[in-house]
C-alpha cells in the first residue's frame, strides 16, 4: 500500500512529461514538415531551411508548454518567454551542429539527420521547461 501511495504522488509529473512530449512531437512535426517543405518546394539549404523552421516551431513549443504542460505556472510572458527562447536556442544550437555533423560528416539525408538530431535533446529541454522556465 505504501508503495502504491509513493507511485500515486508521481502521477502528476508523469502527466506532465507526457504532455511535454505530445507537445514536443507537435512542435517536432511542424519543424520536420517546414524543413522539408523549405528544402522542397523552397528550394532553401537544409542548414537554413532548419533555422526557418525553428523559428515558426517555436510557437507551437511555447504556447503548447504554456498552456498545457506547465499550466499551473504563474510565470509572466515577460519571464518565461525569454527564458524558454534562451532554452530552446540553445537547444537548437546543439540542434544545428548536430544537424550539420549528420549531413557532412555522416551525409545522411536531411529527413534522417533531423529526426536523430529531434531525437536526443527533449530531456534537457523538459528539465529546464519545468524548473526554470515555467517555474
Do not use: D
Not at 51 to 76: D, E, K, L, M
Amino acid at each position: 500500500m505504501a508503495l502504491r501511495n509513493k507511485l500515486i504522488q508521481f502521477y502528476p509529473l508523469l502527466f506532465q512529461l507526457m504532455r511535454f512530449g505530445l507537445v514536443g512531437l507537435c512542435a517536432a512535426a511542424v519543424h520536420i514538415s517546414l524543413l522539408a517543405f523549405f528544402v522542397e518546394i523552397g528550394q532553401l539549404k537544409p542548414l537554413i531551411a532548419n533555422i526557418i523552421a525553428f523559428i515558426i516551431a517555436f510557437q507551437v513549443s511555447y504556447w503548447g508548454h504554456r498552456i498545457w504542460t506547465f499550466n499551473g505556472t504563474t510565470a509572466s510572458h515577460r519571464v518565461a518567454l525569454p527564458r524558454l527562447f534562451l532554452v530552446c536556442g540553445t537547444g537548437f544550437i546543439a540542434n544545428e551542429g548536430l544537424f550539420y555533423v549528420f549531413l557532412t560528416v555522416f551525409n545522411l539525408p536531411y529527413p534522417i539527420a533531423q529526426f536523430f538530431v529531434l531525437s536526443i535533446l527533449p530531456l534537457v529541454s523538459f528539465t529546464m521547461g519545468k524548473f526554470w522556465v515555467f517555474k
